[in-house]
């Protein structure tokens, strides 16, 4: 089955404890990309990576890291977690970023709560 | 930078009633495509349109992309319980990343 597969689902922690979400994909896409969703603001994107070893930052980079080194893998890195980096997180993959018709297929989501 | 705006914000409505919620922006979009997000999942695509004017149908749904390619609306008709949802428009140029609209919530009471 065609999916993103996100990890952990669901996790508490406390500042300044680095944390790593990791994602996955299995269908062989080119491009893949990180968003955070907050109440009223939409789905606003951290990171994106057009391919292996490359990445580029999103709109909110701010506090976080990513890394390419393969093509099914994209973990999203918080090295100092802060409370306002506490939100729902999406990862999504779709076959290309050069065609603005490719469909993103998202991860179910891992909910981040930095106390 | 590009950026969507959709209305209603909220919308909560009786099964069998019809319902139009709206994606705006100023910019213009090559595509524009429309996800719902169930709680606990991830937004699934439902349509993309591409050419100014272009109307498409899924089911009970229908999507217009403006003919200007600024704006962009989605109608249900006869809404179900089933279709409750955040509703999320996406614009997108070619080479350039997705913009998401903040999206509409919709309940719809049995």
């Known amino acids: 089955e065609a999916q993103v597969t996100q990890n952990p689902r669901y996790l508490i922690t406390v500042t300044g404890k680095k944390l790593t979400v990791t994602c996955s994909q299995n269908?062989?896409?080119?491009?893949m990309s990180w968003y955070r969703q907050d109440p009223g603001l939409g789905l606003r994107q951290i990171y994106y990576s057009m391919n292996v070893e490359v990445t580029d930052k999103g709109d909110v980079p701010e506090g976080y890291k990513v890394s390419r080194k393969e093509k099914r893998n994209f973990p999203l890195i918080l090295e100092s977690p802060s409370p306002n980096q506490t939100s729902l997180y999406f990862c999504a993959s779709s076959l290309s970023s050069v065609y603005s018709n490719q469909p993103q297929h998202f991860g179910d989501g891992t909910r981040l709560s930095i106390l | 930078t590009q950026l969507l705006e959709q209305s209603p914000q909220f919308l909560s409505i009786q099964e069998g009633e019809n319902l139009t919620v709206y994606c705006n922006s100023s910019?213009?979009?090559?595509?524009l495509q429309w996800y719902r997000q169930e709680p606990g999942e991830g937004p699934v695509l439902l349509v993309t349109?591409?050419?100014?004017?272009e109307v498409k149908k899924l089911k009970r749904l229908t999507f217009q992309f403006g003919d200007a390619r600024k704006d962009s609306s989605l109608h249900i008709t006869a809404a179900q319980p089933g279709d409750t949802g955040l509703y999320l428009c996406?614009?997108?140029?070619?080479?350039?990343?997705?913009?998401f609209g903040p999206g509409t919530r919709l309940s719809v009471l049995p």
């Open positions: 269908m062989n896409h080119e491009y």
């Open positions: 349109v591409v050419t100014g004017g």
């Open positions: 996406a614009g997108g140029n070619y080479g350039q990343n997705f913009v």
């Open positions: 910019s213009v979009f090559s595509s």
